[in-house]
């Protein structure tokens, strides 16, 4: 697959390996986010690369030395009995400096956990400082971060660099699989913004054959794959994944997961805080309303895999595991395209967030869902998406549809209705957006398409509406 992405990161990382001193840098992110991929693309042929596994630390030196005698001949005639030794014997190799690049180092720290005090040794030692470049890089969000974040940790605030690698924007998942506008969107709603994902969906024969291959099978690949996320960061991975799995299969309410689950709320805050510190879940409130003020926090699960997997996955389990498909089929021939379109509308409010459109820069896009007087009636309603200009004087209100046929002119419409009843919309221009799988019937002229969104979270420099 073409490695797509990732030129900010490259050029940081070269510019750190290249500088005048040599540098300690954190490369951090989830499993399979890329973050081997990307050392490949920045490490030299006389730069040392080991991926540690879980064995002893006897044995896991001895195969460190062995990877460093493939650039040092003779390294590994020598045996070391401690980190120290071995990791200082380096300092001696050469007196050009290369980069030692130590993957999976939570493993390291699993069966030494010395291993960072030896570390901060070397690198506070005044008299013979540190020669190379020092990379540790690991899929334990939490350990890694807490590496160099946490005050308790002999590496405390000792990094050059912490590099937290972030999933990869939908353009680019259309860029490495050369997809059109529409299937891209569909095959993020299912795979995301992970790399290795995405090479997975590539060999195969289309994206429901993808799906049914790694995901909706016993031997799929990825059919167990969020319980090894969770594994990498926390301890208690059955709340963890009941959490999720209540979550995914649309409970949104602090009140009503606790109500599921048969607990107090205030046992959930800490687990939902984690979950939200991974990437994992993410707090919606609605536009207009401060955090720590709302009484309408929901809670939704904000990476597109997690979300497919509990929404198809989970509830599926027993009929998957018998290879009963019929009713996986079932199932999935009517909720794929409402889950298709929930991500649409994710989408929609990030094309939306900081960018221009018609001139206009607008702030960050959400949801708003409350009560409105429409012809003296209150009405429960929601909307799409809400963004106002930085300047003040403008508002969006938008309406995400992923189904086709609408009609633009009715639409357009109502949104015009709902906005003059809208309190926050008073004194302000209000410029009505439709999002369509297609142009709509009747077009006003206000509709943006599946390739319009793609521009904008790919080039970020405004748009204009036809």
């Known amino acids: 697959m073409k490695f797509v992405d990732r030129k900010n990161e490259i050029s940081r990382l070269t510019a750190l390996l290249n500088a005048q001193q040599p540098v ?226 649309g409970v949104h309410r602090l009140s009503e997961m606790a109500s599921r689950l048969g607990e107090p709320a205030t046992n959930l805050s800490r687990p939902l805080a984690k979950l939200i510190d991974l990437g994992y879940l993410e707090k919606e409130i609605p536009f207009g309303e401060l955090p720590q003020n709302s009484k309408k926090s929901l809670y939704h699960i904000a990476d597109p895999f997690l979300s497919f997997h509990f929404k198809f996955v989970t509830p599926n389990r027993s009929f998957i595991e018998l290879g009963r498909r019929g009713p996986v089929d079932v199932f999935f021939d009517r909720e794929f395209n409402g889950h298709v379109g929930y991500w649409w509308e994710h989408l929609c409010r990030e094309a939306v967030s900081g960018n221009s459109l018609e001139g206009v820069l607008f702030a960050e896009a959400r949801r708003w869902w409350g009560k409105v007087n429409l012809d003296g009636e209150w009405t429960d309603v929601e909307l799409d998406v809400v963004a106002e200009s930085l300047d003040h004087k403008t508002l969006l209100i938008g309406e995400c549809k992923w189904s086709g046929g609408e009609n633009g002119r009715l639409l357009t419409h109502e949104l015009e209705r709902i906005a003059a009843a809208l309190p926050f919309a008073a004194g302000k221009t209000v410029k009505t957006v439709l999002f369509t799988k297609t142009r709509p019937d009747e077009d006003q002229g206000n509709a943006l398409l599946p390739e319009d969104v793609i521009g904008l979270l790919k080039e970020g420099n405004g748009f204009r509406l036809r």
């Not at 860029?175 to 299912?190: D, R, W």
């Not at 960061?233 to 963890?240: A, F, P, S, Y």
């Open 24 to 249: 300690f840098v954190v490369v951090r992110g989830r499993r399979r986010i890329g973050k081997s991929a990307l050392l490949g693309k920045v490490l030299k042929e006389d730069d040392v690369y080991f991926e540690a596994d879980r064995t002893d630390p006897s044995e896991q030196m001895r195969q460190l030395s062995s990877v460093v005698s493939s650039v040092f001949p003779g390294f590994a005639d020598a045996r070391y009995n401690n980190w120290k030794a071995l990791l200082t014997a380096l300092n001696y190799r050469t007196g050009k400096r290369f980069t030692l690049c130590l993957d999976e180092f939570p493993y390291l720290v699993e069966n030494d956990p010395s291993l960072p005090s030896v570390i901060q040794g070397l690198l506070d030692d005044e008299k013979e400082p540190l020669r190379y470049n020092l990379v540790l890089c690991g899929s334990s969000q939490t350990m890694m971060y807490n590496l160099t974040h946490d005050e308790q940790s002999p590496l405390f605030g000792r990094a050059d660099a912490d590099m937290n690698m972030r999933p990869i924007g939908l353009p680019f998942l259309q860029e490495a699989l050369t997809l059109s506008a529409k299937e891209s969107i569909e095959n993020y709603a299912v795979f995301g913004g992970v790399p290795r994902y995405w090479l997975l969906r590539e060999v195969s024969d289309g994206l429901r054959s993808a799906i049914y291959t790694h995901l909706l099978s016993t031997m799929g690949i990825l059919y167990e794959e969020p319980l090894r996320l969770f594994k990498d960061d926390v301890k208690d991975t059955v709340k963890i994944s009941t959490i999720m799995s209540v979550v995914g299969s």
